[in-house]
């Protein structure tokens, strides 16, 4: 890894305040992480800081993690978005490049974060 800038840079959304402190907690190990707790403060986020990827929750108060990131799609297509749900199937999930089942595997998470960061740079 390089210096800090060149750190992958994720916005993680999830409105589980434990969930959101180990996720964040894992993914700084290798990536420079913001998070947020809502829909609206993760769409506010990203569009203060414009990270390579979001990993947002579906269940989420004020925007669920689908619409967020169709908001997020329309203001910056190349933005890279990691869904993690309980559920299967979920409906707006074309918006996404990843879905994850929940519980999250962490290993799995850090590889797709690694993967989509490095497309969103080029």
């Not at 907690?25 to 203060?48: C, K, N, S, Y």
């Not at 910056?76 to 309980?86: H, M, N």
Request: some cysteine; aromatic content about 2%; charged content about 30%.
């Amino acid at each position: 890894m390089g210096t800090g800038t060149d750190r992958i840079k994720v916005l993680l959304v999830e409105d589980d305040g434990d969930s959101r402190e180990l996720l964040a907690e894992i993914l700084e190990v290798d990536f420079e992480v913001r998070t947020a707790d809502d829909g609206l403060a993760g769409l506010a986020a990203f569009e203060a800081d414009h990270p390579d990827v979001i990993v947002t929750d579906e269940s989420l108060p004020g925007l669920c993690g689908t619409a967020l990131a169709q908001r997020v799609k329309e203001q910056c297509p190349e933005a890279r978005i990691i869904l993690v749900s309980g559920y299967a199937q979920v409906a707006g999930s074309e918006h996404c490049d990843v879905v994850l089942r929940k519980p999250i595997d962490v290993d799995r998470l850090s590889a797709a974060v690694e993967s989509l960061g490095e497309s969103a740079r080029h």
